[in-house]
């Protein structure tokens, strides 16, 4: 068991790596689904081959979301927000129901589990044939 408690101190005092794209995960309903309309995020954290998360921002975190039906190329707009803490969060909304893919790039590498596939139901708030605009202005 010493062996384990050595190995383990080692690893704590090891230089926090570069980025391992493979490592790096993206969690929050974002890569979940949603409505149609409204705007999701999710949140990427960036580690390195340990595992660990790397204590500073500054990567180059690249998203393409696109519908997984109907033939359309139809590629959605994504905002990154850098926290310059390992951390990112990605917000964006689609504008029809359906499935979609949203793919997650690290570094050009895309990250664990990426691409995501989602399903965006119906939009959220908006009475059948109401409103020209599929986006909810939170306003009730």
Do not use: M, W
């Amino acid at each position: 068991q010493e062996e384990d408690d050595e190995e383990t101190e080692e690893e704590a005092n090891k230089p926090i790596g570069p980025v391992d794209p493979a490592k790096c995960t993206a969690s929050g309903t974002g890569v979940g689904g949603g409505a149609a309309g409204s705007a999701v995020s999710f949140v990427v954290v960036t580690k390195d081959c340990d595992g660990r998360r790397l204590p500073h921002g500054g990567l180059e975190i690249k998203v393409r979301i696109r519908a997984a039906t109907g033939g359309e190329e139809q590629q959605q707009e994504a905002l990154v927000k850098d926290h310059g803490d390992g951390t990112y969060t990605v917000t964006y909304a689609v504008s029809k129901r359906g499935d979609y893919t949203v793919s997650v790039e690290c570094s050009g590498q895309p990250i664990s589990g990426s691409p995501f596939p989602v399903f965006f139901s119906g939009s959220g708030g908006i009475p059948a044939g109401g409103g020209t605009s599929g986006f909810v202005n939170g306003v009730s």
